[in-house]
């Protein structure tokens, strides 16, 4: 098929058959060639997309495949194939482990089919990707997003405030504790009432919060009353 008023010698047809012959032998950078030449006609071939990223991938060039599944995917999404775009971003997502962008953009489309279970399951194999020291923003994103879908989930709650704190952000993580202790206290959850109250002793050191953590041992879960908090929020905080 020509393509009059883009370039006389251009047949897709023929360009795509000579990409497939050269793929089809493992010529992979042939194969390249062959369909970027149709991309240099039509950047918006999603079908090329589609092939060339997997090229792309074998070839070691991850910044041009990560391109093209970005334009996959969108298309996808924009054409309401969700479990498409999840496929293409899980292809995505093994390009580059270290993606945040891909766990959250993979989270929301899971939520969006009503799938929250693998939603949750997504960002915790996320927290494990970013457990090193220089992904620490990046981990604070993923505890903030399960969060959002699971408000009550323990395990998240204190690894927010340790990423938090660990950040230098001690005020926003002892604030955090407070909601914690106020929470559970409240729906009467007694383990993770008194789980808090050793955070809060731990993180803001006082006389009270020490006496706080000590007397939930013994009693049942009671917030600590406004002019108590007063007073140890008016502490410093340790570094």
């Known amino acids: 098929m020509k393509l009059v008023g883009r370039r006389a010698d251009y047949d897709r047809t023929e360009v795509l058959r000579k990409a497939e012959g050269f793929r089809s032998r493992g010529r992979v950078r042939r194969a390249i060639r062959e369909y970027e030449k149709v991309l240099a006609v039509d950047p918006q071939d999603i079908e090329v997309h589609t092939k060339v990223a997997q090229l792309y ?49 993979l989270a929301e489309l899971y939520l969006g089919k009503g799938v929250e279970g693998d939603a949750l399951r997504l ?28 408000p009550d989930n323990f395990r998240a709650q ?29 729906v009467k959850n007694e383990k993770y009432w008194r789980k808090t109250r050793w955070l809060l002793c731990r993180h803001a050191p006082s006389l009270a919060t020490g006496w ?20 140890i929020k008016g502490e410093a905080v340790r570094p």
Request: hydrophobic share 45%; with cysteine; aromatic share 10%.
């Open 57 to 105: 991938i074998r070839a070691g060039r991850r910044d041009q495949a990560k391109a093209s599944l970005t334009r996959v995917i969108e298309w996808n999404e924009s054409q309401g194939f969700l479990d498409k775009a999840i496929a293409m971003l899980r292809v995505a997502q093994g390009v580059d482990r270290r993606d945040l962008d891909v766990y959250l953009h």
């Open 123 to 150: 960002l915790e194999g996320a927290r494990r990707a970013f457990r090193c020291k220089r992904f620490r923003k990046e981990a604070i994103a993923v505890e903030e997003k399960i969060l959002s879908v699971a």
């Open 158 to 186: 204190v690894s927010l405030v340790r990423l938090l704190w660990r950040a230098g952000r001690t005020y926003e993580a002892v604030d955090r504790l407070w909601q914690m202790e106020s929470h559970w206290a409240l």
């Open 212 to 231: 706080g953590s000590f007397v939930s041992l013994f009693s049942a879960p009671v917030p600590y009353s406004p002019k108590a908090r007063g007073r």
